[in-house]
């Protein structure tokens, strides 16, 4: 069927804003990728970097060549693999019972947990709990506090409330217990939200860094984040290679520079969370509708 001249100006107009987006959001990552293999007098230069003559890996060689990134990197999947499996599992098993309209007091739990949405106890209270609680300095000061969102309860619970109540009773009349139901029949079905908030939690824990400056002061346990925070507010070559765990080192010689360090660097701990978004992308959008409308 033919188009009319409507239909044909706004598809043009849509594509055009879509390749400015996809324009200013590959960007930022070329122009870092540039750098960290630019040699130092190309990196050092002020302006756009959107390709190089002389490209080098040595800025790659050197942030790995010391261990401290990589153990980071342990303590980044650590969090993030533990995070996200409890967060994920917990607020299902929370949220199930709260779709169920014959819960006792249902109202009332739900208002409780949207409470927690608008007020907390701040910051020094929080503190003063994970202490008592001698999770200071451990893996789990940085998992336990953030492990259960009211909003990601809401979401989870509204999309329960969309399943068919028929098939848990057919299950039901088969002999199968709650669990037994949970398990088999209603997380399989729940696909898209539990993919949906693996992918918010996988993305929170690997971004947060504010947590590890707050619960870890020993200096063993270093997440990514922190690493990246610390590197781009030492920009000076003695300073960074400081915070790298690099003794005696003479980056006049080298064939990279702080620049370069700091752009390789920030692409190694953001690039690996944004190749997990491509399979969990199917299953995101459907999630994130249902569970928002449904209930």
Known sequence: ?????????????????????????????????????SPPDESSKIGLHMFTGNPTVDAYKQIFATGSLLESYYWTILRTVLGTVLTVVVSAMLAYPLSKRYLLGRKMWMGLIIFTMFFGGGLIPTYLLIKELHMLNTVWSLVIPGLCSAYTI????????????????????????????????????????????????????WNSW???????????????????????????????????????????????????????????????????????QKYFVKGIMIGAVKG
């Open 1 to 37: 069927m033919k188009k009319s001249v409507g239909e044909r100006v706004f598809n043009v107009v849509n594509v055009g804003i879509m390749l400015f987006i996809c324009v200013t959001i590959v960007f930022p990552f070329v122009q870092q990728f540039v750098i960290s293999i």
């Open 154 to 205: 809401v979401i989870i619970r509204n999309f329960f409330t969309s399943l068919p109540v028929e098939v848990e009773e057919s299950a039901y009349m088969d002999g199968a217990n709650d669990f037994s139901i949970f398990f088999t029949i209603v997380l399989p079905l729940s696909t898209p939200i539990i993919a949906t908030v693996t992918l918010w939690s996988m993305v929170g824990q």
């Open 210 to 280: 504010f947590d590890a400056m707050i619960y870890i002061s020993n200096g063993e346990i270093k997440v990514l984040q922190i690493i990246l925070r610390d590197v781009l507010n030492n920009a000076q070559d003695a300073a960074l290679a400081n915070v790298m765990g690099i003794e005696n080192v003479d980056m006049s010689g080298q064939r990279y520079t702080a620049e370069s360090v700091k752009a390789a660097i920030l692409l190694v701990t953001t690039i690996p969370i944004i190749m997990v978004y491509p399979f969990l």
